[in-house]
């Protein structure tokens, strides 16, 4: 079974920096890409970054282009966000995500192809 937590979330001041992170348990991590939303409240889910099963590509959401990073550690099965320059409009609940099936990277938009993470809160104060 699928297993995915996310961690690392908080307070933060604008203008500072949070990494999450999001660890998986399961199956074979290094054959499934790896992605992150937000939802903030009120609001739809947004498509944050994702990457491939390989790290070798990686997509971002254009709020997030030159300010949030997506990696993976395939030795600890862990994925990560880094998040710089953080914004009062990046508060939200962010979600780890691995796509279902192996060796595809997914659009994040097909929310039923993905297995989730409960969330954790990021809140930065302006």
């Known amino acids: 079974q699928v297993r995915l937590v996310e961690s690392g979330g908080g307070l933060a001041q604008a203008g500072g920096s949070l990494r999450l992170s999001c660890g998986a348990s399961?199956?074979?991590?290094?054959?499934?890409?790896m992605g992150w939303v937000r939802q903030a409240p009120g609001k739809e889910r947004d498509f944050v970054a994702r990457i491939s099963w390989s790290g070798g590509v990686t997509e971002y959401a254009d709020f997030g282009k030159g300010r949030f990073t997506i990696s993976r550690d395939k030795a600890e099965n862990l994925a990560y966000l880094q998040m710089n320059s953080l914004k009062s409009a990046d508060t939200a609940v962010y979600y780890c995500a691995q796509y279902k099936s192996p060796f595809v990277l997914g659009p994040i938009g097909e929310y039923d192809n993905w297995n989730w993470g409960q969330g954790t809160q990021v809140t930065v104060a302006s």
């Open positions: 399961g199956r074979a991590f290094s054959r499934f890409s």
